[in-house]
């Protein structure tokens, strides 16, 4: 007798989103994902900090939460008041702080606690995917702003509160990642924080600060968060320890009110974070974070100054971009005649992995011809060696550039 596959699809729950695809490796120039430098993780130190905190408190892993309760590890959650407080001017008690999986844990806390099928948000029209798609998802209109040098540009903010009011809408929340912006990597200036935190009170829509790339500026300065800002309390803050040390390690955290605060822990019912990874990142930060984070932004930049002269090398006048202020990612406008969607698949098959504009973005037109460059993982050879097929299957594509290391070559017929 031969046994049949048993066939799962006509007991699917309804309403999934498609399968996901199954992955096949990586491809040898990859450009996409906010991955880190893997020569920055810091390997000897989360040794030493690893066999320190389970020799000494190694026996709580006994119990659910360690000895810290469900809002994460204490010592994680102390360091990281210390830090905010230092660092991004935010007074808070380590009792105002949950540690989640990843501030994507974050991100579906706060969607679950504020969003209903059907709501309103108000978003960076540039803007994280994993927050895009997570909306499309719960079916909320996403209502785009458009960015400048400065982030999210406060007169179309204030012109969309205004257009939505006389609808009869109050948007939820206002989404915004401020300080090095994903994907544009702009730095919001404190004026126009006030100004944003201004419209958020006069409208009555709290703010949500997506904080993660805030270590990574380049001159290791950054204005206050707009949680420290805010008098009335209306912002919930996230960050993450994804930029800062490493993004398999799945922590990040949430900084808000009690009053918000207790609604995501209700909502978080995975018995609590990795706790291992918790105690690694304690024992490891609190010593050590503040001589990390400095190697590891300088390492950034010389990655990001290898792809900008790459770009300029083989795409010349082809690739506009703004030497981003710090982060990951650089954010590339091609010529309008190339299909962005379509040079992100031959450029795949080529083995160069792009993120395509339209999936960091709620403007079709504005980003059918801009990509997304993460320049963290891969190193300075695979940059150059990188750009230069992804220009060369460009120009096969596209024509464009016509001219690549100042060599000129005919473009596809
Ligand atoms: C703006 C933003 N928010 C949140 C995340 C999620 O990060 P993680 O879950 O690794 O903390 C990312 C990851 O790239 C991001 O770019």
């Not at 490493?246 to 209700?266: D, F, H, I, Q, T």
């Amino acid at each position: 007798m031969t046994a049949r596959t048993f066939d799962f699809a006509p007991v699917l729950s309804a309403g999934l989103p498609p399968p996901a695809a199954k992955w096949t490796g990586a491809p040898s120039f990859n450009f996409t994902g906010g991955n880190n430098d893997p020569d920055r993780v810091p390997i000897d130190g989360l040794l030493a900090a690893a066999d320190a905190v389970l020799r000494r408190e190694g026996r709580t892993l006994a119990t659910y939460g360690l000895a810290s309760g469900p809002q994460g590890y204490r010592a994680l959650r102390e360091f990281l008041a210390t830090k905010l407080k230092r660092d991004a001017g935010i007074s808070c008690a380590f009792d105002d702080i949950l540690i989640v999986s990843g501030s994507l844990q974050a991100l579906d806390l706060v969607n679950g606690v504020l969003l209903t099928r059907g709501d309103t948000v108000i978003i960076e029209q540039d803007t994280y995917q994993g927050a895009l798609t997570r909306l499309a998802r719960l079916r909320v209109n996403a209502v785009g702003i458009p960015l400048d040098r400065d982030g999210m540009r406060m007169d179309a903010l204030a012109a969309e509160l205004a257009t939505l009011q006389r609808r009869n809408i109050r948007p939820k929340y206002i989404y915004t990642i401020p300080t090095v912006q994903n994907p544009t990597s702009t730095i919001m200036p404190e004026h126009r924080r006030l100004d944003l935190i201004r419209l958020s009170e006069e409208y009555g829509v709290p703010i949500f600060e997506d904080d993660c790339y805030a270590d990574l500026t380049w001159e290791g300065r950054r204005p206050p968060a707009l949680y420290a800002m805010s008098e009335t309390g209306g912002v919930i803050h996230i960050g993450s320890f994804s930029k800062s040390i490493a993004p398999a390690l799945r922590v990040g955290y949430v900084v808000a009110r009690w009053e918000v605060l207790s609604r995501m822990l209700a909502l978080k019912t995975d018995a609590g974070s990795g706790a291992l990874e918790q105690m690694v990142l304690a024992e490891f930060c609190a010593p050590h974070f503040g001589e990390h984070v400095p190697k590891l932004r300088s390492a950034l930049r010389g990655k990001v100054e290898a792809l900008m002269e790459a770009l300029d090398e083989q795409f010349g006048t082809a690739a506009e971009f703004t030497d981003p202020q710090g982060g990951i990612f650089l954010w590339v406008k091609l010529p309008d005649s190339v299909d962005i969607l379509r040079l992100y698949r031959v450029a795949l098959e080529a083995g160069v992995a792009i993120n395509p504009g339209p999936e960091w973005s709620t403007n079709v037109a504005h980003s059918r011809s801009r990509m997304r460059l993460c320049f963290a993982s891969p190193s300075k050879d695979e940059i150059r060696r990188g750009v230069a097929l992804l220009a060369e299957v460009c120009r096969t594509e596209f024509g464009v550039p016509a001219r690549i290391a100042n060599v000129e070559r005919r473009a596809k017929a």
